[in-house]
């Protein structure tokens, strides 16, 4: 009971302080595992309303990034933006929360939940959420890396033009639009079956579902769930980069870490030449967290949902709105691995061109995305 007590007077005094504890103050509930020097906690109290603690794990110099978070918070120069164990604790207070709201090293500041925060919900929880905020607007962002057979000296002789050539070929920015045919059957088609619609068109190859999450398909997708909107502004733009941190790298190999599993991956040297691809799931799936949050805070009046921050927006896992949203972030994510199989396929065109060869006998092979090298860019 203690505990319990010291709970409740930990969210009386968040609620009173209202942000206004000192940088000192907020640390109190802020401590280092010990015998883990990169483990933290962050106790309940820390906001209102916490269910389970936060756990983070970050190495000495990214401490002082998260920390600075916190310290300008309290300052007062950070604006209106919470950092991010302040997100990682709101997260902590989501109803059906289990075990700990997780911060992995590269967490920082986000919307709703931080970036790099992870967290759990029992599903047989009757008052577990759902929340678009724990998803992110761009629903399936991620990288795919494209090994090739070829080295950093073959690469030299041609590297402005195959960049140009990447660039004529990959359509960029915001708004852009894309030179794969698209017809309003075939976009339904892609929401539905992912990287399946990418096979049957010949924009992938069979291989490449091999390395990727659901095989590049998620079976729960329903495009009756996603809205005319997000389809009208999803339909032009695949195999488009997009804008903000969405990249095509031409990557060489630095330094290999693990060399079994390089090896294992087709990495067998530095100076192999890579190509990594970074984009998600554009205007479509922004639209999709968009409709997804106005139905979601109609849903949290009426079940009496309460949270810390209005951008943890949520519905009851088994609602009609939390189902809705599961289905239509499913259609979403199928459409970012066709995105990324639209592009994968542009850069093998373009690489082969360059090279006067075929992504076949460059040995264009989709790789696992979780590496054990350390590519720099070119």
Known sequence: MASLSNDKAGWR?????????????????????KGEPCTWTIDRGFVPNMKVPVRFYVNQKLESLVFNELKEQ??????????????????????????????LPDCHAGYG??????????????????SPGGVGFDINCGVRLLRTNLMEKDLLPVKEELTQSLFNHIPVGV?????????????????????????????AWAEDKEHCEEYGRMLTADPSCVSNR???????QLGTLGAGN???EIQVV????????????????????????????????????????VQMEAAMARDNIVTNDRQLACARIHSTEGQNYLKAMSAAA??????????????????????????????????????????GLL
């Open 13 to 33: 005094a968040a609620k009173q302080s209202k942000q206004t504890r000192s940088f000192d103050e907020e640390m109190k509930f802020i401590r280092r595992i």
């Open 74 to 103: 309290c300052t007062g120069t950070r604006g209106t933006f919470l950092p991010a164990v302040k997100q990682m604790a709101n997260v902590a207070g989501l109803p059906g929360i289990v075990g700990a709201s997780i911060g």
């Open 113 to 130: 939940f931080a970036i790099g925060n992870v967290a759990a919900f029992d599903m047989d929880d009757p008052q577990a959420i759902v």
């Open 175 to 203: 708004g852009s639009k894309g030179v794969i045919p698209t017809t309003s059957d075939d976009l339904v088609a892609a929401l539905e079956q992912g990287m399946d619609w990418s096979l049957r068109e010949g924009y």
């Open 230 to 236: 997000a389809k009208k502004r999803g339909l032009p």
């Open 246 to 248: 969405h990249y095509v």
């Open 254 to 293: 630095e330094e290999i870490y693990d060399a079994f599993a390089a090896q294992k991956m087709g990495i067998h040297s530095t100076g192999q030449v890579c190509c990594m691809i970074h984009s998600g799931s554009r205007g479509l799936g922004h639209q999709v967290a968009t409709d997804a949050l």
């Open 334 to 375: 199928n459409y970012a691995w066709v995105n990324r199989s639209a592009m994968t396929f542009l850069a093998r065109s373009t690489f082969a061109k360059a090279f006067n060869s075929t992504p076949d006998d460059l040995d264009m092979n989709l790789i696992c995305r979780y590496l054990y090298i350390f590519v």
